[in-house]
């Protein structure tokens, strides 16, 4: 099985407003990135897609590691929280949990592929998060001109 680093971040202008996701895969010595936009949204839907569009991408199964500066989506992942709001019919306090739509495509997602969910500070050191970042300001920036 093929490992690859996915690296995530998605971003707002408002919350909700424009918006934009990035991600970039990396396997060995081979790099793509790929992003893309809403003109309303918010940031944690942003997060969630820049996660589900980078693992859609992959062709074949693949061991994801997958960076993200987004405690929602890595602490919902790794916590279990996602799990617990999919036995309670997607109803956390009474209330229908937001963005279960795309909890859902994730979820399809992660049974394709075996996915590590790691969380990285963000605006930091780490180059990759830097440049995602980038590229989903970008994004929602079309919106905006």
């Known amino acids: 099985m093929?490992?690859?680093?996915?690296?995530?971040?998605?971003?707002?202008?408002g919350n909700p407003g424009p918006g934009g996701w990035a991600a970039i895969l990396k396997s060995?010595?081979?790099?793509?990135e790929i992003?893309?936009?809403e003109e309303l949204t918010t940031n944690n839907r942003m997060e969630l897609t820049a996660a589900i569009e980078a693992l859609a991408a992959l062709r074949r199964p693949c061991e994801v590691n997958l960076y993200s500066d987004s405690r929602?989506?890595?602490?919902?992942?790794?916590?279990g929280w996602v799990y617990s709001w999919q036995k309670r019919n997607w109803v956390k306090q009474g209330k229908a949990v937001p963005n279960t739509d795309l909890w859902?495509?994730?979820?399809?997602?992660?049974r394709v592929h075996k996915v590590r969910f790691i969380w990285v500070k963000g605006h930091a050191s780490?180059?990759?998060n830097n440049r995602c970042d980038e590229m989903a300001v970008a994004q929602w920036r079309r919106f905006k001109d």
């Not at 859902?104 to 992660?110: N, S």
């Open 2 to 13: 093929s490992v690859v680093d996915i690296y995530t971040d998605g971003a707002c202008s």
């Open 28 to 32: 060995g010595d081979v790099e793509k």
């Open 104 to 110: 859902l495509r994730l979820l399809d997602l992660i």
């Open 35 to 37: 992003s893309g936009g």
């Open 126 to 128: 780490n180059p990759y």
């Open 72 to 79: 929602y989506l890595v602490d919902s992942m790794t916590k």
